[in-house]
Every structure is written in structure tokens, then in C-alpha cells.
């Protein structure tokens, strides 16, 4: 997986992808759905420096849509925004 040059973190690759989207699996219409979620996010990203502002906007609404469906629904968003960015200090 190749890192991101500004923060250091790991870019998703394919097999990344593969991993993550196989809970989908059993579930074509909600992998189609997501599809066309990414779809939009691409096409605001496509639309320019307010599109992209927007694109944040919606993947900061999806990825705190998700915490309660991991071993950090019980922490601060903080704390679980700080796990995802890669950025959680050693405890």
C-alpha cells in the first residue's frame, strides 16, 4: 500500500478495496448504492475547489456514519477521529 506523501498514511490499494468491500458480498444493491455514493463524491471532487470542499463535507459525514459500527462507538469522536486519521497515540 503506498503512502500518502502529507501524512504519512497508507493510500487504500486493490486489495485493500477487495478486503473491506467482501462484507458486500451478499449484498449487491447495497454495493451498487455505495458505487453510486462514490460516484457523486467523485463527481464534486471533478467540480472544483468548492466541490471539493463539499466532497470533504460528505466523506467526514460518512466516516462519523461508521463509528458506531466500530470498536469505537463507545469513545469520543475525537478519539475514534484520531484512530482513523492514523494519529491515536500509543496508550
Not at 451498487?32 to 457523486?40: R, S, V
Not at 462519523?64 to 484512530?83: G, N
Request: aromatic content about 8%.
Amino acid at each position: 500500500m503506498p503512502n500518502d506523501p502529507t501524512t504519512g498514511n497508507p493510500y487504500p490499494d486493490s486489495e485493500d478495496w477487495q478486503i473491506v468491500f467482501q462484507a458486500y458480498a451478499e449484498h449487491p444493491v447495497l454495493a451498487f448504492i455505495l458505487a453510486q455514493h462514490f460516484e457523486c463524491v467523485k463527481g464534486l471532487i471533478q467540480g472544483g475547489p468548492q466541490g471539493a470542499i463539499e466532497a470533504i463535507g460528505t466523506l467526514d459525514l460518512a466516516i462519523d456514519t461508521l463509528m458506531p459500527h466500530t470498536e469505537f462507538r463507545d469513545a469520543t469522536r475525537e478519539r475514534y477521529r484520531l484512530a482513523v486519521t492514523g494519529n491515536l497515540p500509543p496508550q
